[in-house]
């Protein structure tokens, strides 16, 4: 398996001044983005550090409400190791975070924010309720961008107006699709998990009408539990 420094040094960001959006997701080999309803069925001992080490990279780590709610996200916080090595770099020692949503189907109470070891960011539309979005100033930076859905490209430019720019997308599908339809994804880290899925479980992108995007590919890494790792380009 790629040790943390063959991560760090296969996934380098190129320069932190041109904003970028990467994104990151694990499949099974026929394309499934869950096992019964969650990703971690799916992951394993490389994908979770390669999680660390992108999670590491990044300034932000954005997330969809569904993702949050489904997954547990709260209290996301970086081992000693990798706080160290942010902070050897210049950077804060725990990454921002921040979650997308149009209704703030995420309420103050949710660990994303009450248990949240930096101040927490929602990426909303005007359209969001009024008392929610007022709920939640309380305890995280609201953005509001856009009308009713979120403006992406103006959510990608509020960010990096905070000194946010190198975002790091978890997903989910739903937002992953939005952020391709307004052609913001720079690049996509997909770890292929070696395990068929079946059933109708859904793609690592969604709810966006059908139109190709060219990636081209930066590398394949393997393990030997065999899980490929591989980045993707725009262009
Ligand atoms: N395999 C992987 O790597 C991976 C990664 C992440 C997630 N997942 C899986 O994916 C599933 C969840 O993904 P999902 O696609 O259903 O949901 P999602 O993308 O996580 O979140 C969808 C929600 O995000 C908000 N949203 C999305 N686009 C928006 C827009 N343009 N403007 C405003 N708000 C917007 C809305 O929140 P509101 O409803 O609050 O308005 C929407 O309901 C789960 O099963 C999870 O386990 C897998």
Known sequence: MP???EFHAAY???DRTTPRVRMNFVSSID???SVEGRSGGLGGDGDRRLMQVLRSLCDVVLVGARTVLVEGYGGLRLEAEDAAWRESHGLPAQPRLAVMSRTLSVGPEHPFFAEAVT???VVTSAAAPVEQREALAAVA???VCGDDDVDLAEAVRA???RGLSQVLCEGGPHVFGALAEADLVSEVCLTLSP???GGDVGRILRGTPEREHAMRLVHALSDDDGFVFLRYRAG
Do not use: Q, S
Request: glycine residues 4%.
């Open 12 to 14: 380098a960001l190129p």
């Open 141 to 143: 930076d609201v953005l």
């Open 3 to 5: 040790n943390r420094a």
């Open 195 to 197: 395990v068929l899925v």
């Open 31 to 33: 394309g499934a983005v």
């Open 119 to 121: 101040r927490p960011i």
């Open 159 to 161: 960010l990096a107006e």
